[in-house]
């Protein structure tokens, strides 16, 4: 058997590595790839107000044969920008060591390609959420300086000193086009939607004001009156420590979060519960700060009531630590559905740009039509399936991780994971973790060399991991 | 441990689905975009009834090492088997030179893996149709020589007369299940729904009544009660050498085809016509037989008609060939929205395993529900981006091949394709053709050595290619 599985795996990481050397070749070859969006690759020529050499920077080109860009001659400008993108082909959202297929990757890509920044360390980079391998996002938002041109001042800029300052300066000018620079050299799959400028010291992650994030699944033979009414239980101050994945490593020791709103509804607004199991519905969850696979673990307790696998006051007996300090052993559920909808600040005024807001419609329409269609193309093979009659296979919910147990086994007659102090101790004895006062004065820990995740560092000064929401 | 390794699997395998996807994208100049489906691979433990080696065949290993099996001594059967696919990630259903990727390819190795057949020469296979690469189908028909237990006779058996056959004799005993032994081993994409047992003879070819396609869009701001009008006006019997891609080539000189229906409507069943421009809406064409891209020709026209850019009169003009004897060029339809739907046959009794047509929905509903959540994902973003106001770009059509032009050119004011006299000539000098008598005593043309497509020769005995759809 677990020979088999072996033989597969080799089988597979051959195929992965024939694959990637098939991608090598064709990337040397350069070969200007159309995406299906119809998108330009970050190999299309950049258009860059006041910037001499970028009419002709290309992906590709030797840095080592552009002119140095100076950057001292610029004014900079703190600003937030507010980010859609697509989850699914990327590993998520955060910089990681063991790969660079992150949002955040291609994001750096196109801010030091457009010359907006000199590199991301002397940005004052922070971002509202981090979100998961496949997790989308419609509203994340980050603060960082951006090169700017505004030589007259403004919310946020700061002038440079540079005599050479002067003679450049044009009152009242137009700010760069930030969106339109940015989604020029973006994957199509993430798309910049607009800015706001920001006072000097605004921080898109301690700033937040609260996150909103949605599950979207099909009604399939799912009680979805039970689940809303079991949603509700959510919302107020909890220890959620288990309803996520324990973070101890990354010095996340405190788990009590406050969810302002649980809901479960039809996307249809204003629609009666209706009875077609294909309908489509969303549990929607807004909080202050999520913990690391919050959302998804709510929503696997959800999808077993649903399933009238589990009564709704498992909720309440899960929020019950002193009763359940220990987290029962259950499966997540997937990534692909989950997206971090919105994030709130006071005291941001968002500019768009109108005409680039139409172009990244068109994208996400294009985007959309063809998944519909394909959509469509299996609903009539089901329904084709179907009306042949003699078959009467329920839509089941497929939205669990791992493989399906034939008989159920009640949450909290499973087996349990580490308690939190016995993960603390581990991480401790094993230098990932140094104990030491964290900011609010709760108890904190530091990340040791050690430490398993990977995380912009400049991001993880630690502190209860309260503000840092990660799904 | 083999948990682990599961695991291990199943993130190599979206790797590997991540990367194809990533190469498939740099292959098609169409806007394919690919969330592609997770379904599980073809690489699952065979289990076949009746097969020695079958628990361990596996893909990748050497057939050097198998126990040579003896057909000799098996009943065969006539039989007519049909499939569903999905298209998207396939070359076409045809086997071609310069390809592996093909349906029929991944059929005949199950074929050959479950020892149903010994080779595809001696198998007097016969399809029924021919689908293009990125094209669906949900009853392809095929008719072929299968292994049989039927020692005792029977429809389409031929029973060995080898002196062996009488002990292994079991009369009236189930025939071998052909459904499930080849489902185990076929690629999740591609399922076999039923078989019928038919006469030696039977050609799913040429015995084939009808033939019915699909091609699903969505409503956008396309006029559909004119679409439905102008789609009327293919049906009858005409000739469409201005509606399809000529296939002069692999002989194929007659044109005329006959339309038993052609419809436009809501996929909603009784649905009156809905004003929600991402509603989905088909086109439903039945025929006796379609010329090669006939079906993604035809739509195209209907495209540009609901769009307003020509009138519905235009279908007339270009099935009048006296008065327009040359093709206008024009991008055909793209590929992914079409469905080979359903093929008709006298005299077949199709037999169904319940209990596999309850996996194969259980696989059409995995891929479905990750289709239509992504696809709400995106629809969620739009409705996003929409109620932030300010913005009214439309939905528009994305359906055409090729870049969209700005200013539009009226389809009988467009450059020409060569005539078909020309091309017939063009391939004749070039030794492409033989000019000969064919079947029906019409003029007909066999393919020279130097011909382009390459199909299995054993279905390219072209006469006029009436019979021989191509899509």
Redesign the interface.
Known sequence: ??E??????K???S??ER??T??RK?DTAD?A??????GSKPSVTVDIEGQEDGGSARKGKKRGKERPFDFSVHPRRHVALRL?Y?G??YKGFAVQENTDNTVEARLFEALLKTKLIQDRQSSSYHRCGRTDKGV?A??QVISIDLRSNQFSGGIGVIVPTADGASVKSKPNSEELPYVKMLNRVLPQDIRV?DWSPAETGFSARFDCQSRTY?Y???LGSLDVSLMAEAAKRYEGTHDFRNLCKMDVGNGVLQFQRTILSASVHS?QPCQAVSADP?D?Y?FEVKGLAFLYHQVRCMMAVLLLIGQKLEAPDIIDQLLEVEKNPRKPQYSMAVD??L?L?ACHFDGLSWR?E?EE??L???T???????????????????Q???SSG??S?P??C??ME??RQRNYRPLLERPCCESLEARIEHYVKRGRLEREEGENGEEALHRGKRSKHSHNPSSQTVASGATQPAQ
């Open positions: 058997m677990s088999d599985l072996v033989n597969r795996i089988e597979l990481e195929e992965v694959l990637k098939e991608l064709r070969q790839c159309t995406e299906r969006n119809g859609a697509l699914w082909e989308s419609f509203s939607l949605r979207y699944f099909p996307v294909y489509l969303v692909y559905p997206v909808y768009r109108a807001v139409g990244v419609l068109n996400l329409h294009q985007h959309w039509t063809q998944n519909v269609i394909k959509t469509q193309v299996l609903r009539g093979m089901i084709g399936l179907q003699e078959v296979t839509l089941q497929w939205l791992g493989t």
